[in-house]
């Protein structure tokens, strides 16, 4: 790639896996605030059980996990290892990234649409929400990336521009037509859901926003999501990703059927959709002809 700078690819992958590793620790903090509501700034970072500040010794990526043996220093908590593990995920993921694009402004921009989905997935697992902030926010960072990205590349800035709204319209629009079609069949079937319309509610009429936007089975948020995605990948990139979360999907939920020993028990489609839009990202063959 034209951009590319002149920087060793050896080099290049470890200093990116290195970024990612404090990336990653910084996800973690947005991981666990922003479902709450909290600050990402203040308080500094602390311990969630003891409230007890991390000196910066032991907020180290994965080293201090590792030297501290999992605990809290001062009550002796023990940590989650998916703190560690979101580090080396984001690690890893911009190793990958530098890896298929070289180092320039494609992989910058790849960079930040992956950890953007890494903390959105995981959100979604553990609170089955996808806050605005990531997917809204990471929809207006694309429409200004892509372009950006690419007249640094010594490309045309207007069709990057036009390809990224395109794909946010249609990441968008394909899976609000999915959640809005299968709520009116739903509705039209007489069929009810655990949480739709809920218990002593009524389905929302034409005139009410939740007839638009309140699907059973699917978040609004997942719509957002895949409209960010799409601004990142463009239409076929939506449609690629949309193909592989679906199969995806179905492998997350026999998995989390097994392991909670159910198959009603609910799990968030963030997770699948984040993990077949990195899949279409990160792989140099495409998955669609047209694509």
């Known amino acids: 790639m034209g951009?590319?700078?002149?920087?060793?690819?050896?080099?290049?992958?470890?200093?990116?896996?290195?970024?990612g590793l404090v990336v990653g620790s910084f996800l973690n903090v947005v991981i666990h605030r922003l479902p709450r509501g909290e600050s990402l700034v203040r308080?500094?970072?602390?311990?969630?059980?003891?409230?007890?500040?991390?000196?910066?010794?032991?907020?180290?990526?994965?080293l201090s996990y590792l030297a501290l043996r999992g605990r809290c220093r001062g009550c002796g908590t023990r940590i989650p290892p998916r703190y560690?593990?979101?580090?080396?995920?984001?690690?890893?993921?911009?190793a990958l990234v530098i890896l298929r694009f070289g180092v320039g402004p494609a992989a910058g921009m790849h960079a930040v649409l992956g950890a953007l989905l890494l903390a959105a997935a995981v959100i979604d697992l553990d609170h089955r929400i996808i806050p605005d902030e990531l997917s809204l926010g990471g929809l207006l960072l694309g429409l200004g990336l892509v372009p950006a990205a690419?007249?640094?590349?010594?490309?045309?800035?207007?069709?990057?521009?036009l390809r990224s709204g395109l794909g946010a319209v249609v990441g968008g629009g394909v899976l609000w037509t999915v959640g809005f079609l299968h709520a009116r069949a739903s509705a039209a079937a007489g069929r009810r859901f655990e949480h739709w319309p809920g218990e002593g509610q009524d389905l929302p009429r034409p005139g009410e926003l939740d007839y638009w936007i309140w699907f059973p089975g699917l978040g609004f948020g997942d719509v957002k999501l895949m409209a960010?995605?799409?601004?990142?990948?463009?239409?076929?990139?939506?449609?690629?990703?949309?193909?592989?979360?679906?199969?995806l999907g179905v492998v997350f939920g026999l998995l989390t059927a097994a392991v909670r020993r159910s198959l009603a028990v609910p799990f968030g489609f963030?997770?699948?959709?984040?993990?077949?839009?990195?899949?279409?990202?990160?792989?140099?063959?495409?998955?669609?002809p047209f694509s």
């Open 228 to 247: 960010m995605i799409g601004a990142f990948l463009g239409p076929a990139g939506v449609l690629e990703t949309v193909v592989l979360a679906s199969l």
């Open 270 to 288: 963030g997770p699948a959709i984040a993990a077949g839009a990195l899949l279409v990202a990160l792989s140099p063959v495409r998955l669609l």
């Open 43 to 62: 308080p500094g970072s602390r311990c969630p059980a003891c409230g007890r500040p991390i000196r910066p010794l032991e907020n180290i990526p994965v």
């Open 150 to 161: 690419a007249w640094l590349e010594g490309h045309p800035w207007l069709p990057a521009l």
């Open 84 to 94: 560690p593990a979101v580090e080396l995920a984001c690690g890893l993921l911009f």
């Open 3 to 19: 951009a590319d700078l002149a920087i060793p690819l050896p080099a290049a992958t470890a200093g990116a896996g290195l970024l």
